[in-house]
């Protein structure tokens, strides 16, 4: 029997999968067949660039998948594919013009991955408990109950896991923590607050795989001792919220929530909180103090959490990718995890990869794969031929890695080392259009209305260096003002009352650190060579190159490009903004960079 999967993550819905998917069930219910397909609503896929995605499976490995699938291509993929297993070219990834593939699994977008917290997501209708189990869901729990909370806790050190929401704390010993206390009661919090910009890893796993997120809570709970927890969601994540309600439902009506879960005299249940869009309640206790009700702003510490938490209690808070891994650990076992990765960091990491690169989408990698392999094998390299110029990983609160970097290898150690992190896992890439002081400045000013602006250093040392950056943007930097930014950033880094604090000077310090050369070109020379910031640089046609396409004109929101066919267009530099639109798609990359003078115009 032949299996459809839709793909109706966030990116696919927008895409038009709901349309697909009725009418690939009208197509199909009509069929003249013995056996009917069955056709499932599964969760993201990954290739978001490529959606909506269509799989169609059978009985064995076997499977046809097609991407960018229209409400208008049903009827075919059910007469030709799903009927008789014909292939239909035009909607296959092409490796090349001639080459298309069929099976998923050779869509170089999905053959380097591995994955264990993702395991689920896309091959499962999340709405559906039996899809879960029939694919091990509880099997873990199930093991776990026959281990108690030291055994737990044993495969948890085995496994090395380290939290996935930004620290990467050891699981198991936040865990040991929350087991030793002796007060009473404990709670289990799962952080689905996801705030960073571009990032939607935690989104799709609970949009995808519910029940995963929910086993591995009940797992921490039998390891520390609780009864009660918490998935604090985004607000905006509301098919997110949809998709965990209905498996906490599911969930109790099987026994596996509850009193005395599948008999064994343990109880647990959990309730979802909504989160007040705060970027800052993606701190551990930030968020506790919102599901409190209380303004979301950091504790300080210690005591830790684990030991003093909601309510004054002790409460363990981990992330929904680092308690979608659990399941699996248990299930496995911890050294079946610890042997993916590298020595200090264990197992596979999530990634949303956007920006410039060509496959845009959500991966899931082993620890230690290098930059490289990850965005020029996994991601196709960069957009419309430009140059790749630096790649920002872990967020607002992440740094920028150069060029010259690009064989690092991935993992909480190496990423810190170098002046970045592995944050929850948000990897933005970046061509030569780029400017890194415009990258910092949008970071620090993101960061400066997100501060709680609890602590002086975070609340004044954002304010300032923002007002800096701009300086430099807008080609009023001075000499001194690298220095001044520097001392700042290590000020923050050293007395910042929390972890959003002390990171938010990454972004500054990494684009200095790499890009040294063009923020001296915005002070000294008042000219930004990746033509971004518009007071300072002024695009130009270059007319031997131009073949008077057209195309520039076409795009230029200000309608500054002027000319007529076949002939060289040239752009007036008082209308330009920069934007890039037209240099972004001229196919002879005609666009150039210049100066811009005193008048307004190109020096």
């Keep these: 029997m032949k299996t459809v999967y839709v793909c109706c993550g966030t990116n696919c819905l927008a895409a038009g999968a709901k349309k697909v998917l009725s009418e690939l069930r009208q197509e199909c219910a009509g069929m003249e067949a013995e056996v009917l397909p069955r056709i499932k609503e599964t969760g993201c896929s990954g290739f978001c660039e490529y959606g909506p995605i269509v799989t169609i499976a059978d009985e064995g490995e076997n499977d046809i998948t097609y991407y960018r699938v229209k409400e208008s291509d049903a009827a075919e993929i059910a007469q030709k594919t799903i009927a008789k297993g014909e292939l239909i070219p035009r909607l296959c990834f092409h490796k090349d013009r001639n080459q298309p593939v069929a099976s998923k699994m050779e869509n170089p977008f999905y053959s380097s991955q591995k994955k264990i917290a993702l395991r689920n997501v896309g091959l499962i209708d999340p709405a559906d408990l039996q899809d879960y189990l029939a694919r091990g869901g509880y099997e873990g729990l199930k093991r776990a109950l026959e281990l108690g909370s030291e055994g737990v806790l044993e495969e948890m050190r085995l496994s090395g896991l380290r939290g996935r929401g930004g620290a990467g704390f050891p699981t198991a010993a936040k865990w040991e923590t929350g087991a030793k206390q002796k007060e009473f009661p404990k709670y289990i919090v799962c952080n689905g607050d996801e705030g960073d910009p571009g990032a939607f890893m935690d989104g799709s796993i609970m949009e995808g795989d519910p029940h995963s997120v929910i086993e591995g809570m009940l797992i921490a709970a039998i390891a520390v001792g609780s009864e009660q927890g918490f998935l604090y969601i985004r607000d905006e994540y509301v098919h997110a919220r949809r998709s965990i309600g209905k498996a906490l439902e599911e969930a109790k009506k099987a026994g596996f929530l509850g009193r005395n879960i599948l008999n064994s005299g343990f109880s647990f249940d959990a309730e979802i909180v909504r989160g007040g869009g705060a970027f800052v309640c993606g701190e551990g206790s930030a968020l506790l103090e919102s599901i409190e009700g209380k303004v979301g702003e950091p504790r300080h510490k210690p005591p830790r959490t684990s030991e003093v938490g909601l309510w004054r209690k002790p409460t363990v808070t981990n992330n929904v990718e680092t308690l979608a891994n659990v399941p699996f650990i248990l299930a496995k076992g911890g050294k079946a995890f610890a042997q993916i990765g590298t020595e200090g960091s264990k197992g596979t990491k999530v990634f949303a990869m956007v920006g410039k690169v060509k496959r845009t989408g959500l991966v899931e990698v082993p620890m230690g794969i290098t930059l490289h392999d990850l965005i020029f094998e996994i991601g196709g390299g960069i957009k419309n031929g430009r140059q790749f110029k630096a790649v920002q990983t872990g967020g607002p609160s992440g740094g920028c890695i150069p060029q010259s970097m690009l064989d690092l290898q991935v993992d909480f150690d190496n990423l810190t080392k170098f002046g970045a992190m592995m944050g929850s896992g948000g990897m933005i890439v970046m061509d030569d259009t780029s400017c890194m002081v415009e990258v910092a400045r949008y970071y620090v000013d993101f960061l400066c209305e997100e501060s709680c602006g609890k602590c002086t ?99 230029c929101p200000a309608k500054a490009v002027i000319g007529e066919a076949k002939h060289p267009y040239r752009i007036d530099p008082q209308r330009c903004t920069t934007c890039g639109s037209c240099r972004n798609k001229c196919p002879k990359k005609a666009i150039i960079t210049e100066r811009r003078g005193e008048n307004g115009s190109k020096d």
């Design 457 to 555: 250093p975070c609340r004044e040392g954002l304010r300032q260096m923002r007002h800096i950056l701009t300086e430099i943007c807008e080609g009023r930097g001075q000499d001194g003002d690298l220095e001044t930014l520097e001392r700042i950033a290590r000020t923050m880094k050293d007395t910042a009352l929390c972890a959003l604090g002390r990171t938010a000077a990454n972004p500054v310090l990494s684009t200095i650190r790499y890009f040294r050369e063009e923020y001296n070109a915005h002070i000294h020379d008042k000219f930004c060579p990746a033509g971004v910031c518009s007071k300072l640089s002024v695009f130009k046609i270059d007319p031997e190159t131009c073949v008077g396409c057209g195309l520039c004109s076409t795009l």
